[in-house]
């Protein structure tokens, strides 16, 4: 099976928070304002400091989320 990646560079190095802005023109509905970039700047920082019981939880629900809507579609493929 020949698989191709998706990124140009391993996914591993690449620096997300920085990609954050990256949008397509199309797909910018409304610019982030200062205020939105400064509270995407707290939450960044505040995912550093997070507690691992609280992401462990978090991820658990988002995770059980998922599950359900794939079992409500039918596991359609899109």
Do not use: G
Request: glycine residues 0%; negative net charge; aromatic residues 12%.
């Amino acid at each position: 099976m020949n698989v191709q990646e998706l990124y140009v560079q391993p996914y591993s190095s690449i620096n997300w928070p920085s990609c954050r802005n990256n949008v397509a023109a199309v797909d910018m509905y409304a610019p982030h304002s200062k205020v939105a970039n400064t509270l995407f700047a707290i939450v960044n920082a505040y995912e550093h400091f997070t507690p691992n019981f609280v992401r462990r939880r978090a991820l658990a629900c988002v995770y059980h989320q998922v599950v359900m809507e794939d079992e409500n579609t039918a596991y359609q493929v899109c």
